[in-house]
């Protein structure tokens, strides 16, 4: 099993920063893919951005230029570092791990922009 745990979320005020963290631990493989997801209220979860094996990234369009993932392959963790914050990146952020046989998921972190 993997377990995957999400910190640093809070409030936040518009055009400000704030660094979220997900630590995974367990059955790790080396080649794995971590992601982080929002789920805002009344819409769906969507990918916000992931980081894969060699380094690899993908963001939302949205996000583009304003958040950058980033991993610490020793300590199994990834950041997401969110800066020029709107009202709209308001959600639940979640942090997803996957490789192998596992698909893991934390339980989120709110994440509140104010105007």
């Known amino acids: 099993q993997v377990q995957v745990v999400e910190s640093g979320g809070g409030l936040v005020q518009a055009g400000g920063s704030l660094r979220l963290s997900c630590a995974a631990s367990g059955s790790i493989f080396s080649f794995n893919v971590m992601a982080w997801y929002r789920q805002a209220p009344g819409k769906q979860r969507e990918l916000v951005a992931l980081?894969?094996?060699?380094?690899?990234?993908n963001y939302a369009d949205s996000v583009k230029g304003r958040f950058t993932i980033s991993r610490d392959k020793a300590k199994n963790t990834v950041y997401l570092q969110m800066n020029s914050v709107k009202p709209e990146d308001t959600a639940v952020y979640y942090c997803n791990y996957r490789s192998g046989p596992y698909d893991s998921w934390g339980q989120g972190t709110q994440v509140t922009v104010s105007s």
């Open positions: 980081i894969a094996g060699g380094d690899n990234t």
